[in-house]
């Protein structure tokens, strides 16, 4: 069974920055590109990031863009999201979520919240 | 880029059918798969439709998805609903970048 376990989430300050990690298991994680989508409170689904199997292709949404770096550890099976300058706008429940296919996503991790507050 | 468009919320009766819509606002919906997430409340997503008609393993077939070229938009069709659809349902496409549907919110009463 796929299972993937986001966490690292937490409160932080505007300007600050956190880790989340995502944790896979029941399939073979390096052969899969990975994805970060999120959700703010009461909001819809926002892609954030995407990484090939390889790390050989990265890509961002703008609104992350300079500011959060994602990465991969394929002997880990582990996805991470490392964010900085943190601002109110990016708080979230932060998904990780495989590759489908297509360009979907699936399947989807519980999600980790992450909450930029003074 | 494109935006898809949802409706914000759809209701129906137990045991009817309901469609959900999501129009592509520029580009061919054609172009590119449209996939359909499920998302219970306090739950985390769940992919319903891929590939704009293919089920995973475990979704009933009383799920659906379907593109129409001359309205440029995507459907997810429910029938037989039960209490347990009720959910928001996001469209999600592909055009140099991911994108989601704002959501429409399906109430079954």
């Known amino acids: 069974e796929v299972q993937l376990v986001e966490s690292g989430g937490g409160l932080v300050k505007p300007g600050g920055s956190l880790r989340l990690s995502c944790a896979a298991s029941?399939?073979?994680?390096?052969?899969?590109?990975m994805n970060w989508v999120r959700q703010a409170p009461g909001k819809g689904l926002e892609w954030v990031s995407s990484?090939?199997?390889?790390?050989?292709?990265?890509?961002?949404a703008d609104s992350v863009k300079g500011r959060f770096t994602i990465s991969r550890d394929n002997a880990k099976n582990s996805l991470y999201l490392q964010m900085n300058s943190l601002r109110a706008e990016d708080t979230a429940v932060y998904y990780c979520?495989?590759?489908?296919?297509?360009f979907g996503f699936g399947p989807w991790g519980q999600g980790t919240l992450v909450t930029v507050s003074s | 880029n494109f935006m898809l468009t949802q409706p914000h919320s759809v209701s129906e009766s137990p045991g009817k059918t309901v469609t959900i819509s999501c129009t592509r606002s520029?580009?061919?919906?054609?172009?590119?798969?449209v996939q359909w997430y499920q998302q219970r409340p306090g739950s985390a997503p769940t992919t319903v439709i891929y590939?704009?008609?293919?089920?995973p393993s475990g979704v009933p077939d009383r799920f659906s998805g379907s593109i129409d070229s001359s309205s440029n938009s995507a459907s997810l069709t429910i029938s037989g609903l039960k209490t347990e659809d009720e959910a928001d349902y996001y469209c999600?496409?592909?055009?140099?970048?991911?994108?989601f549907g704002g959501g429409t919110k399906l109430t079954v009463l």
């Open positions: 979520a495989r590759d489908l296919g297509a």
């Open positions: 029941g399939f073979t994680f390096s052969s899969y590109s």
């Open positions: 990484i090939s199997s390889s790390s050989s292709y990265i890509y961002y």
């Open positions: 520029s580009g061919s919906i054609a172009s590119n798969y």
């Open positions: 590939e704009d008609n293919q089920r």
């Open positions: 999600q496409s592909y055009d140099s970048s991911w994108v």
